[in-house]
């Protein structure tokens, strides 16, 4: 275990104070997550942009801690499909708590057989109960930011999202974003 501590959260940047790991994925680090592979290629050979960074708190992932951390994803589409997360399901199954920070998106839950959305805004709380794998989607034009905190010893399993999907896919619509079953192809 580590000392009570606190961790200032910086606004400006989405960034921890102290800070543990910050990790950043760019599109090239997407493969196979956008229906539109072409469109996905393109992006990824032109200026292969950064999708979304996570900045995590000094807490380890251990057993009986609470670790948290910052996702900012950035505003932006690939044939139509908002910029999202890769998104994973915890081997260990426990639950999470999602708090919106700024920004507007989506929390993306599927169990394998039902999918579910949640819309996030700044003060939104999501929960994702165990056995539930999650994705957060971009769907406004500034970034979106929350926080996430997940017990220690849940794990990360991406390989389940790349064989099971998420159930739907989440596309740019006229008004509101569009939920469209996951294996149809990009308008
Ligand atoms: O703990 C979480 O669920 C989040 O902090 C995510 O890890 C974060 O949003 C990045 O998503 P992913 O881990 O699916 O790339
Ligand atoms: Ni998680």
Same mark, same amino acid.
Request: charged content about 15%.
């Given at each position: 275990?580590? &000392?009570?501590?606190?961790?200032?959260?910086?606004?400006?940047?989405?960034?921890?104070?102290?800070?543990?790991?910050?990790?950043?994925?760019r599109?090239? &680090?997407?493969?196979?997550?956008?229906? &539109?592979?072409?469109?996905? +290629?393109?992006?990824?050979?032109?200026?292969?942009?950064?999708?979304?960074?996570?900045?995590?708190?000094?807490?380890?992932?251990a057993?009986?801690?609470?670790p948290?951390?910052?996702?900012t994803?950035h505003?932006?589409?690939?044939?139509?499909?908002?910029?999202?997360?890769?998104?994973?399901?915890?081997?260990?199954? +426990?639950?999470?708590? =999602?708090?919106?920070?700024?920004?507007?998106?989506?929390?993306?839950?599927? &169990?394998?057989?039902t999918?579910?959305?949640?819309?996030?805004s700044p003060?939104?709380?999501? =929960?994702?109960?165990?056995?539930?794998?999650?994705?957060?989607?971009?769907?406004?034009?500034?970034? =979106?930011?929350? $926080?996430a905190?997940?017990?220690?010893?849940?794990?990360?399993?991406?390989?389940?999202? $790349?064989?099971h999907?998420?159930?739907?896919?989440?596309?740019?619509?006229?008004?509101?974003?569009?939920?469209?079953?996951?294996?149809?192809?990009?308008?």
């Amino acid at each position: 275990p580590i &000392d009570p501590m606190s961790v200032t959260f910086r606004s400006a940047t989405g960034g921890m104070s102290p800070s543990g790991p910050v990790l950043s994925r760019r599109m090239s &680090d997407l493969e196979g997550l956008f229906a &539109d592979t072409a469109a996905w +290629q393109e992006a990824r050979d032109g200026a292969d942009p950064v999708v979304y960074e996570v900045a995590s708190s000094p807490v380890p992932e251990a057993p009986g801690e609470l670790p948290q951390s910052i996702t900012t994803i950035h505003p932006g589409a690939v044939g139509g499909e908002f910029h999202m997360t890769k998104g994973h399901q915890h081997p260990n199954p +426990q639950g999470e708590i =999602y708090f919106g920070l700024s920004g507007t998106g989506g929390l993306l839950l599927f &169990d394998g057989t039902t999918p579910k959305w949640i819309p996030m805004s700044p003060g939104v709380i999501g =929960y994702i109960p165990p056995g539930w794998a999650h994705r957060s989607v971009n769907t406004g034009d500034e970034p =979106y930011r929350f $926080l996430a905190v997940y017990p220690g010893d849940a794990g990360h399993d991406y390989g389940w999202v $790349l064989e099971h999907g998420m159930g739907w896919r989440v596309r740019r619509g006229a008004g509101e974003p569009q939920l469209v079953p996951f294996q149809s192809e990009p308008v």
